[in-house]
């Protein structure tokens, strides 16, 4: 689906008119290619004061070969044109130290490069070391959110809160909100725990392991198990037999197995885990995908329709994830990601049935996060917003038109921005990563 | 509760199947049967007798034949005074109407009767649609001129297209094919293997002609001997050059060669008890011992359409106290080869076992060599509600020719249901 608005908008007619009648102007979006540096950019780095976080942080930052400098105030300066600004703010100890905030700010956010990244790093503030701090970090979010409202250009900001002694879990999570992997990702918060330490090759990080991609013939579902095949993983693709054709497409073109069968079924459970144990010996990544949308308003909703919805976008999940982890097909330090979506967290007029499964896709996640953690099995979801698929295209124009512009990127997401985000949570090196559930909308105003 | 009484099956007869819109495309399910009855009946030696009850159906049928089995039997050599009912069940109705039948002998209130079946697909009913129909039932409630001429003035040209029945699943909207081919990529049934099971029925129909096995279970119709849709001369190459009919794309397995043709034509079988048999110079070929149908939900996708039967076997196994492997023959009906072959792959494996069938074990393997062992549909054709009365008579005379034995049906219907039975000598 072209965004026919924004490609308008890179004409000279459009260029005019846009900047004439302040019109939306939606850059559009540079994506990672296979084999692209991290960041293509400077980076200036700020900190208060000097922690292990602000020393891991650099630390990647030379690993990943950035140009960068650093800074505790910033320099207003027409040279450089910084690509990333990374603020490590686990050092505030109190309201005293947001200041900084402002200070290292102001100054560089308008020499910010298009399609830009901020990122700041802030100590989780319910495991803070006092009530001072648990106050000044909780602050940063309203920080956060609010500069990626204000950052124009394809910019976003995000805040990755670490937990004490999670510093060394920090580098997945940093390289991909650096990148253009978190393009549609903006305004969100990640949580970082501690894990065990996984050093892997970040050109391949799911070599070696099984992943299992519900939903991915067509749509999110391919970009997906595309995705993880791009980044090392045997994927076994599973789709209800209608969409055995483009299924088998999918599967040849990414390699791994195929497995006919509906996610609803008694046995549907049984048969992945066999599945994967006789063709791969067992399984470390599981994506559940597939989804499926019934709308009408709860006064003419039928059973039927209710039914469907929860049984495939949120009892299914739940059954196959209790049954992968029981019988041990997920292997220990497995990694599974529920679909939810910004209805699930904004609700949606005509979607109480969709909402109600994507609602309860972030209780499955909160509720086994802490339990798999034992094994070392994390759990995390996705919130895609507007993303351009053939399930969009069909919304009408003007709902379709707002849809997309209602966020701070002013336009609609893509499959891989998704997938992206999915492919972040399923690296083995995010060990601390679970129990988040991130927005991939740009930064939507629903629900924000 | 007295004990009930053995049921024997005696006889058979039915006539050869024809190829839609061929031999039989102007006989209507009526004369099909009808012949197909006079055929039993002058085999048997009943002509002018009465028997305790004839019963059959047809899954297409016209309106005006809602009597259809007592009008038959009017019409037949059978003494007027045999009652008679219509039953239907898809695809099953042939071998319900002999459960049905069975059953009155062995409670006791009858001692013998006919089931059978009929089906067209050539003279199928062609109905008014809804919306003509609607109109003309109005106007004949009217009672002047000018209402009359009111009501006529409804009528649009579109309402003089005509409704055509489809073999097509009235809740999914999608035909058996297309159901069975979404069951195939399920279960992973390959084009050979669909091939090859097509072909054998091929192979062993033909056989059993030649060593002359049908003679006395068919009656020549219209100048027809044998089953038209019969290529005794079939190969597995033949086969593997036909395009896929059903599903799309390179997934798609199933082709005209290895699903079954729409066909038409009729059958019969004879059933009393053992006296009855004895006093009308007949004997026993075998035994109806246990029967049980099943249905599932396919509507929502939780199993196949034609799976019924994997369920139905199980559950009659278990009252009979034996195991998937305790028979010398299977019939299992050939609507398409990928049905006959996800429904052997159900029963072998563990997980649809346990999780659907609830059983500790899987049913296991059959010996392939005892599946089909004269054809089945693949070759012979299926008019729906006759392949019932072909598979109880041949697989009774099978058991008759072997000195004895046990073989197990089963039939898979439209609507998510499933018959099947065992018979006995």
């Known amino acids: 689906m072209t965004d026919r608005y924004q490609t308008f908008t890179r004409t000279p007619l459009g260029k005019t008119l846009v900047k004439n009648l302040g019109l939306p102007d939606p850059l559009p979006l540079p994506r990672w290619t296979e084999g692209a540096p991290v960041i293509d950019g400077p980076v200036v780095f700020g900190a208060i004061g000097e922690t292990d976080a602000g020393k891991a942080v650099q630390a990647l930052l030379r690993d990943i070969g950035a140009a960068f400098s650093t800074a505790t105030e910033g320099v207003a300066s027409s040279e450089i044109r910084p690509k990333a600004l990374v603020f490590d703010a686990t050092g505030a100890a109190s309201t005293a130290d947001l200041t900084s905030l402002q200070r290292f700010f102001s100054p560089l956010v308008r020499q910010l490069a298009p399609a830009g990244r901020v990122i700041v790093v802030g100590r989780t503030p319910e495991l803070a070391s006092s009530a001072e701090q648990q106050v000044a970090q909780r602050a940063l979010e309203g920080f956060t959110r609010s500069l990626a409202k204000e950052v124009k250009r394809g910019a976003t900001v995000n805040l990755v809160y670490v937990a004490p002694d999670a510093h060394e879990q920090l580098d997945s999570t940093l390289r991909f909100f650096l990148s253009p992997k978190s393009a549609y990702v903006d305004g969100q918060v990640a949580r970082i725990g501690t894990g065990p330490l996984v050093s892997n090759d970040p050109a391949r990080p799911l070599s070696g392991r099984v992943a299992l991609v519900t939903g991915a013939a067509r749509g999110i579902g391919a970009s997906i198990a595309g995705t993880l095949a791009r980044d090392g993983a045997t994927v076994i693709g599973v789709d209800v037999p209608q969409n055995a054709d483009p299924l088998r497409k999918v599967i040849s073109r990414i390699g791994g197995t195929e497995l006919l069968l509906d996610v609803t079924a008694v046995d549907a459970a049984q048969r992945i885990a066999a599945h994967a144990q006789e063709q791969h010996g067992g399984l470390d990544i599981v994506v559940h995908n597939a989804g499926i949308t019934r709308d009408r308003r709860l006064v003419n909703m039928r059973t039927d329709a209710w039914d469907a919805v929860l049984d495939v976008n949120l009892r299914a999940p739940e059954r196959i994830t209790k049954h992968l982890v029981d019988s041990g097909a997920l292997r220990d330090g497995g990694s599974i990601i529920g679909v939810s979506s910004m209805a699930g967290i904004?609700?949606?007029?005509?979607?109480?049935?969709?909402?109600?499964?994507?609602?309860?896709?972030?209780?499955?996640?909160?509720?086994?996060?802490?339990?798999?953690?034992?094994?070392?099995?994390?759990?995390?979801?996705?919130a895609p917003g507007f993303i351009e698929t053939e399930m969009t295209a069909k919304i009408p124009f003007a709902i379709r038109e707002v849809g997309r512009r209602i966020n701070s990127l002013q336009q609609g997401g893509l499959p891989i921005d998704v997938a992206e985000t999915i492919a972040w949570f399923a690296d083995p090196a995010s060990a601390g990563v679970t129990g988040n559930v991130v927005r991939v909308c740009g930064q939507s105003m629903l629900g924000a | 509760?007295?004990?009930?009484?053995?049921?024997?099956?005696?006889?058979?007869?039915?006539?050869?199947?024809?190829?839609?819109?061929?031999?039989?495309?102007?006989?209507?399910?009526?004369?099909?049967?009808?012949?197909?009855?006079?055929?039993?009946?002058?085999?048997?030696?009943?002509?002018?007798?009465?028997?305790?009850?004839?019963?059959?159906?047809?899954?297409?049928?016209?309106?005006?034949?809602?009597?259809?089995?007592?009008?038959?039997?009017?019409?037949?050599?059978?003494?007027?005074?045999?009652?008679?009912?219509?039953?239907?069940?898809?695809?099953?109705?042939?071998?319900?109407?002999?459960?049905?039948?069975?059953?009155?002998?062995?409670?006791?209130?009858?001692?013998?009767?006919?089931?059978?079946?009929?089906?067209?697909?050539?003279?199928?009913?062609?109905?008014?649609?809804?919306?003509?129909?609607?109109?003309?039932?109005?106007?004949?409630?009217?009672?002047?001129?000018?209402?009359?001429?009111?009501?006529?003035?409804?009528?649009?040209?579109?309402?003089?297209?005509p409704e055509i029945p489809r073999n097509a699943e009235p809740r999914t909207r999608k035909s058996m094919g297309e159901h069975a081919a979404l069951t195939a990529l399920e279960w992973g049934i390959g084009r050979e293997a669909q091939d090859e099971l097509a072909y054998r029925s091929h192979v062993n129909l033909a056989k059993s002609y030649d060593r002359g096995f049908q003679d006395d279970l068919i009656t020549p119709y219209l100048g027809l001997e044998k089953d038209q849709n019969l290529r005794p001369d079939t190969t597995l190459e033949k086969l593997a050059k036909l395009k896929p009919v059903f599903g799309k794309g390179e997934t798609a397995t199933m082709t005209?060669?290895?699903?079954?043709?729409?066909?038409?034509?009729?059958?019969?079988?004879?059933?009393?008890?053992?006296?009855?048999?004895?006093?009308?110079?007949?004997?026993?070929?075998?035994?109806?011992?246990?029967?049980?149908?099943?249905?599932?939900?396919?509507?929502?996708?939780?199993?196949?359409?034609?799976?019924?039967?994997?369920?139905?076997?199980?559950?009659?196994?278990?009252?009979?106290?034996?195991?998937?492997?305790?028979?010398?023959?299977?019939?299992?009906?050939?609507?398409?080869?990928?049905?006959?072959?996800?429904?052997?792959?159900?029963?072998?494996?563990?997980i649809f076992c346990k999780e659907r069938l609830g059983l500790d074990a899987p049913l296991g393997e059959i010996d392939r060599d005892k599946l089909n062992v004269n054809g089945s549909s693949l070759a012979a054709g299926h008019p729906f509600a006759a392949t019932g009365g072909r598979i109880v008579a041949a697989l009774a005379k099978q058991l008759d020719e072997n000195g004895g034995g046990r073989g197990l049906i089963s039939i898979c219907a439209a609507g998510g249901q499933g018959v099947v039975a065992i018979l006995e000598k």
């Open chain 1, 346 to 382: 904004a609700g949606n007029n005509g979607q109480t049935n969709y909402a109600t499964s994507k609602a309860g896709v972030i209780g499955l996640v909160q509720a086994l996060a802490p339990v798999l953690a034992e094994r070392q099995i994390r759990i995390n979801a996705v």
């Open chain 2, 1 to 161: 509760m007295t004990e009930t009484r053995k049921v024997a099956v005696v006889a058979g007869n039915r006539i050869p199947f024809a190829r839609q819109d061929k031999t039989y495309r102007h006989a209507s399910n009526s004369d099909m049967l009808t012949a197909a009855l006079n055929g039993l009946v002058d085999r048997a030696g009943l002509g002018g007798q009465e028997v305790g009850e004839v019963v059959a159906g047809a899954v297409l049928k016209h309106a005006r034949d809602w009597n259809m089995v007592r009008e038959v039997v009017l019409g037949s050599k059978l003494a007027p005074t045999t009652p008679a009912y219509d039953i239907q069940q898809a695809c099953g109705t042939g071998l319900e109407a002999a459960i049905l039948v069975g059953n009155k002998i062995a409670l006791g209130q009858i001692d013998a009767g006919i089931a059978g079946g009929v089906d067209t697909a050539s003279d199928a009913p062609v109905a008014v649609n809804d919306r003509l129909r609607n109109i003309l039932l109005d106007l004949n409630r009217a009672k002047t001129y000018p209402d009359r001429l009111k009501v006529l003035a409804r009528v649009r040209p579109k309402d003089v297209v």
């Open chain 2, 256 to 350: 005209a060669g290895n699903s079954t043709p729409l066909t038409d034509g009729a059958s019969t079988v004879l059933l009393s008890t053992d006296e009855w048999a004895e006093q009308h110079g007949l004997r026993p070929l075998a035994y109806l011992t246990h029967s049980q149908t099943a249905a599932v939900d396919y509507v929502k996708g939780a199993e196949g359409l034609l799976m019924a039967p994997a369920y139905a076997v199980p559950r009659m196994l278990q009252r009979a106290g034996l195991t998937l492997q305790d028979f010398d023959y299977y019939e299992i009906h050939e609507a398409f080869a990928s049905q006959v072959l996800s429904t052997l792959k159900a029963w072998e494996d563990p």
